[in-house]
């Protein structure tokens, strides 16, 4: 149940911003002009909300972590530009999150993610549903990260990188190329390492899905064939499913290669 708003006497809030009812600010947190709050969420102490900053409902945002700042983009010229946080994700201790450029107009990270200690989500990222990155996780800007994503502590993510659904990267690697949707990945250099199976099983994919995929994922990333040839393989073998379908999209739309076994 909502109740009214809750800013401690040593908060500063300007006045312009627009707090939801059941919002608690924390002591010395600082909240910008142009930003907008949801309802029941917690804005932890000596925090920054910046302007441009819009958070959903039943945000958590941790003791000095710093939401919405502008980018780390020489060609940043001061326009106007957002932030979007969805309902209940949560943003850890340190955490740095920082507004769109022009490129895309904003940065946006999705509903119910956790976004643990010392994590940076920089300009133009987006990010879906149900991400959870781990300790220390730092993307560079223009990075696409696909629903139900999980990244280990210490990932770091070069810029303009696509990291797939359902995707488990092993922490403390290095992504230089495109994460395939459903892939675990890990090792120097990064490399594709399996099926993600135990991460689908969970999620309710059933278990042809999965076999169905491991085959598909044999005849992509661990045969010796070229595109061409392993899309004739998975033809013959009659392999075809919606997420083997969207596999090969992800794969088509790539502009920095997919990363392989």
């Not at 044999?218 to 997420?243: G, M, V, Y």
């Amino acid at each position: 149940m909502t109740t009214s708003t809750q800013i401690h006497p040593t908060a500063i809030v300007n006045s312009a911003a627009r707090l939801d009812a059941g919002v608690v600010v924390e002591p010395y947190a600082i909240i910008d002009a142009d930003v907008e709050i949801g309802a029941d969420s917690v804005i932890g102490s000596h925090t920054r909300i910046a302007d441009g900053a819009r958070l959903g409902r039943e945000v958590k945002v941790h003791h000095g972590a710093i939401v919405g700042t502008v980018p780390q983009d020489l060609k940043f010229g001061g326009e106007k530009t957002l932030l979007r946080v969805g309902d209940r994700t949560v943003i850890r201790e340190y955490a740095t999150l920082n507004r769109g450029t022009l490129a895309r107009g904003e940065t946006r990270v999705g509903a119910d993610c956790l976004l643990m200690a010392y994590t940076h989500v920089a300009h133009d990222c987006l990010l879906g549903d149900r991400v959870i990155m781990a300790n220390a996780v730092q993307l560079g800007g223009h990075v696409t990260i696909g629903d139900w994503a999980i990244m280990g502590g210490g990932v770091v993510v070069h810029q303009f990188s696509m990291i797939g659904e359902h995707v488990l990267v092993g922490g403390g690697f290095r992504v230089t190329q495109d994460v395939p949707p459903y892939a675990i990945v890990g090792g120097y250099p990064c490399r594709v390492v399996s099926v993600n199976k135990i991460g689908l099983e969970r999620r309710g994919f059933s278990e042809e899905q999965v076999t169905t995929l491991s085959r598909a994922f044999r005849i992509l990333f661990r045969s010796k064939l070229n595109h061409t040839q392993a899309l004739e393989k998975l033809r013959d073998e009659k392999l075809d499913s919606s997420e083997i379908r969207h596999l090969l999209e992800f794969i088509a739309s790539s502009k920095r290669g997919v990363m392989r076994a």
